[in-house]
């Protein structure tokens, strides 16, 4: 029963042996993607679109994988993707988290965070379901260098950090830490650990504990 076959996870429309995840023509696109990269400095959706004439939903999907396999870095604000290789990256272009524009301000979500310390309103842990949440404005933040990295090096060693959201309408709000949560987003993690903040409902939850008593607040400066 070992010898099923899968889809390429870039195209999803090619067969490939189970023990490959990628196709033949997908590897070399993406081969010539990244010799372009490096010489262009970086890439978006709209260059890769004119470059190979293909679908976005398969531009995207490339560019995901990439992230993915740390060839590129997540986007930044204006959508440009640089090559995840550090000597590639002009230092001029990474822009720093802090001091930058801040996020639109979620009165909700305070009003709960201190309500939930406060112990008026319950607080649970659970894995959410990426589409599940939804970030409460359109930011997007100007993420520094030694933030990735210090997430991807989280990441890797298996502590994952959670996210603070609450309910609403059946999804659940993010508006706590765009940073973090653009980077489960283009990493491609599709379940995120999250603190709610009230009382959790519909399908998206996966693992809920609780009521919990809040972590207290630690300010980690990067
Ligand atoms: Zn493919």
């Given at each position: 029963m070992n010898n099923n076959t899968t889809f390429c996870v870039v195209c999803k429309t090619s067969k490939i042996n189970e023990s490959d995840n990628i196709c033949a023509d997908c590897l070399i696109q993406i081969k010539d993607l990244e010799e372009s990269v490096k010489k262009a400095g970086y890439t978006t959706w709209p260059i890769i679109h004119e470059e190979l004439r293909v679908s976005y939903a398969s531009v995207i999907r490339k560019l995901d994988y990439m992230v993915k396999k740390k060839?590129?870095?997540?986007?930044?604000?204006?959508?440009?993707?640089?090559?995840?290789?550090?000597?590639?990256?002009?230092?001029?272009?990474?822009?720093?988290?802090?001091?930058?524009?801040?996020?639109?301000?979620?009165?909700?979500?305070?009003?709960?965070?201190?309500?939930?310390?406060?112990?008026?309103?319950?607080?649970?842990?659970g894995m959410i379901d990426i589409e599940g949440i939804k970030p409460f404005s359109n930011y997007r933040p100007e993420t520094s260098q030694a933030f990735i990295d210090n997430i991807h090096q989280k990441l890797k060693s298996g502590d994952l950090p959670s996210l603070y959201v609450y309910p609403e309408n059946k999804l659940f709000i993010m508006s706590d830490d765009y940073n973090l949560y653009y980077i489960y987003l283009y990493s491609g993690y599709k379940k995120l650990p999250c603190f709610i903040l009230g009382e959790p409902t519909g399908k998206y939850i996966s693992d809920l504990t609780g009521p919990i008593k809040l972590p207290k607040l630690e300010a980690e400066v990067i």
């Open positions: 060839i590129l870095l997540p986007p930044d604000k204006n959508g440009k993707y640089f090559p995840a290789i550090k000597t590639n990256i002009k230092l001029s272009d990474i822009k720093v988290k802090f001091g930058g524009k801040n996020p639109p301000k979620d009165k909700k979500c305070i009003e709960l965070f201190m309500k939930a310390h406060q112990g008026q309103i319950p607080a649970y842990w």
